[in-house]
């Protein structure tokens, strides 16, 4: 009997996760400038970060302003044409029972 190992994809992901976490800590450690060349450093990264995934997520707001406001047009455009349909067979549908009632 033969069994299949294997690592499932969220094992794989997390040892990425830490083993880059692992690595990031070495190299703080080991870095060759002081610690308070280090923390400026990381500081400015982390000012950074912020700033970008702000600017991302106003980005993402606005696609999906965007995307709401062509949805409601498209709703609303679908919405008028259903409903002058429904209004055509409802009275296409009053004619006929009128045609029949006549006979």
């Not at 280090?38 to 982390?46: E, G, P, S």
């Not at 997520?57 to 965007?66: A, G, L, Q, R, Y």
Request: hydrophobic share 40%; with cysteine; proline share 2%.
């Amino acid at each position: 009997m033969s069994e299949e190992r294997g690592c499932s994809p969220a094992s794989v992901a997390l040892a990425f996760i830490i083993g880059g976490a692992l690595g990031a800590s070495l190299a703080l450690l080991f870095a060759p400038e002081g610690g308070r060349q280090t923390r400026t450093r990381l500081k400015d990264l982390a000012t950074d970060v912020k700033d970008r995934s702000t600017d991302l997520v106003e980005d993402v707001k606005d696609c999906v302003e965007d995307a709401l406001g062509v949805s409601r047009e498209i709703f609303d455009e679908k919405k008028t044409i259903l409903t002058a349909a429904y209004q055509a067979g409802k009275e296409a549908m009053d004619r006929e029972r009128s045609k029949l009632l006549e006979r």
